[in-house]
């Protein structure tokens, strides 16, 4: 009965003691956990459920020389629980070939183990696409661009160019780039800009967003008149994310142009920058367009100058927080949020008039 039998597998994981464990992991590689694969099985959410109290039955079962399902499914949960401790006899176990690399990549995932990217990375061209899919997976759950990794820009670089990848593949790996945090990511994927794939495109500018301040800001700023919607908004994402003085110099300049220009993808690029590189001259700028700006595009330059925590882009919220118009009233509330020293002004707008100006005052 597959029901009693689960009933008996949660009951076990949920005792926990040396027998429980015993009889569960007695049981790996058996019923709807004979398949070795890396989804979630009754036996495998038993010993999660059971904790750190299986880690120590489990690793002795690797140490063996268990059926590859069981080893599987050991492997499985210590990285579910984040044993960090077991990768190095995750990895032993894959090189004894008791340990199918897919498992053994997905568990390295689930225990979070940095120290095993070296070994991640070998496999990120690797013939079969279920192992790839899983070493791409570790490496971005792995890699942390806060803490640069110049070790991966190789590897990835030299799978990207492999014809066989399919283009889901080729992004993922781009978008890999700006997780290792290495400035020599950052040519690698300036030159992916020129592609005539929009999605390798798109990766190529979520991986500078993601890598920082790289020296792309002109290149960036050069996407926000890409014909595809889609490329403007996540070039604005990055500008926002990651782009400096002189992406929010070019930035305002094209406020007062008569090119055309998406304003909308401008002012959520500057609205990020601006939190970073902040300017009087912004605020002055900002001001001048207020006076012909309406709708969504008045509150996004409301939203920017919210960002910019200088004494005279306060003064100038405050002044709009008493204007007639109750739109500009709520956007200011919205904006002063980001000013420690707003709430005088927020309080007197809890008796507006206007319901959601105090609810935007409130929040």
Known sequence: NPSLRQS?????????????????????????????GVERTAVRDALVAAGPNASAALAQLLDGNPPPQAAASAAWV?????????????????????????????????A?????????????????????????RAAEILLDPSRPDGRAVEPLAAALRD????????????????????????????????????SLKIAAIDGLATLGPAGADDALVKQLTDTDPSVRLHAAMAIADAGGAKARDTLLAKMDT???????????????????????AAVAKLAAALDLSVGP???AILTALGRVNSARSFALLGTIARSPDA?????????????????????????????????????
């Not at 949920?14 to 464990?21: F, N």
């Open 297 to 299: 595009e008045r509150d």
């Open 163 to 198: 014809p066989a990848l399919q283009a889901s593949e080729r992004a993922s790996l781009t978008r890999l780039l700006g997780r290792t945090g290495a400035p020599r990511a950052a040519p690698i994927l300036l030159a992916l800009l020129t592609t005539k794939d929009t």
């Open 78 to 110: 210590l990285g579910e629980v984040g044993a960090h401790a077991q990768a190095p006899r995750i990895v032993a176990a894959m090189r004894r070939g008791i340990l199918s690399p897919a498992a053994a990549l997905h568990a390295l995932a689930g």
């Open 8 to 36: 008996a597998l949660v009951a076990l994981g949920r005792i926990a003691t040396p027998d429980a464990v015993r009889a569960l992991v007695g049981n790996l590689g058996f019923g709807d956990d004979a398949n070795g």
């Open 327 to 363: 739109d500009d009233r709520r956007a200011a509330a919205s904006a002063l949020a980001g000013f420690a020293n707003a709430s005088p002004v927020l309080f007197g707008l809890f008796s507006d008039r206007d319901s959601s100006v105090r609810a935007q005052a409130v929040w």
């Open 112 to 136: 979070a183990a940095s120290d095993s990217i070296p070994i991640v990375l070998e496999f990120v061209d690797d013939p079969s696409p279920l192992v790839r899919a899983e070493a791409a």
């Open 258 to 280: 008569s090119d055309e220009v998406d304003r909308g993808a401008l002012l959520v690029a500057l609205r990020g920058v601006l939190a970073r590189v902040p300017s009087d």
